[in-house]
């Protein structure tokens, strides 16, 4: 193994880290836990076991033709798309009625994939996808929010223990577009109260303030919570 094969290799792991800080440079921008350190350790890591990988394949590989090479050189790369998924996963995170965290999961799955090509040497592709990467994160975030999306509350009432105070909350929300096998029920016997949870589609025409008032309203209701 001479002198410029090792610059190589180590010119391929440099620009994975600079790509993969390159994205995380935005995630951490926008106030994201995953940022600029962990997407730059993600893609450089990802290139270490595509190296480490073809090396194993040059070294322990026979390429005498006697018999199969056996070695698989896309192994060790292969178990990076199944292992980056637990950062992904932990980047995701649910709170009420809305999911954050999917786009810097998405992230860092580039990233990772970023590392794998640079560590193959695919250098030209590794820059294209990441200077789309940054082209997606920058611009297309401003035409979401020029597009009207759809948005959901979650809408928990608290009232009486009887079938009239059930079926006059069904109907306050059938306008919403809420069937009663949507929503969740919860007793408490002791205090004669019923608890009912349910998401609803905000419609357009109508805020949470308003529909706050429309359920006070009912015969029974003691509390409403919209989040």
């Not at 999961?105 to 590392?115: F, I, K, N, Q």
């Not at 020029?146 to 223990?161: N, P």
């Not at 349910?198 to 529909?211: D, H």
Request: aromatic share 8%; with cysteine; hydrophobic share 50%.
């Amino acid at each position: 193994m001479g002198p410029d094969f090792d610059l190589a290799l180590l010119g391929r792991l440099l620009l994975a880290s600079l790509l993969g800080g390159v994205i995380g440079l935005e995630r951490e921008i926008h106030g994201r836990p995953a940022g600029f350190r962990t997407h730059l350790l993600v893609s450089l890591g990802s290139c270490l076991f595509c190296i480490t990988s073809i090396e194993f394949y040059r070294i322990f590989g026979d390429f005498s033709g006697a018999r199969p090479i056996g070695v698989d050189p896309g192994r060790i790369a292969a178990q990076v798309v199944t292992g980056i998924g637990f950062l992904g996963a932990g980047a995701i995170i649910r709170d009420k009625a809305a999911v954050r965290g999917l786009t810097t999961a998405a992230c860092l799955w580039v990233a990772a994939a970023l590392g794998v090509a640079c560590g193959a040497g695919l250098s030209y592709l590794a820059v294209c996808v990441t200077l789309i990467a940054i082209l997606n994160l920058l611009f297309l975030k401003m035409v979401e929010k020029k597009l009207r999306r759809d948005t959901y509350l979650s809408l928990k009432v608290w009232g009486e223990d009887s079938e009239e105070f059930i079926s006059r909350t069904c109907q306050a929300l059938a306008p919403y577009g809420v069937m009663p096998d949507d929503a969740k029920f919860e007793r408490n016997m002791e205090l004669r109260r019923v608890f009912l949870e349910v998401q609803v589609k905000r419609p357009r025409n109508v805020g949470p303030a308003e529909m706050l008032a429309a359920l006070s309203k009912l015969d029974g209701v003691k509390k409403v919570r919209i989040e």
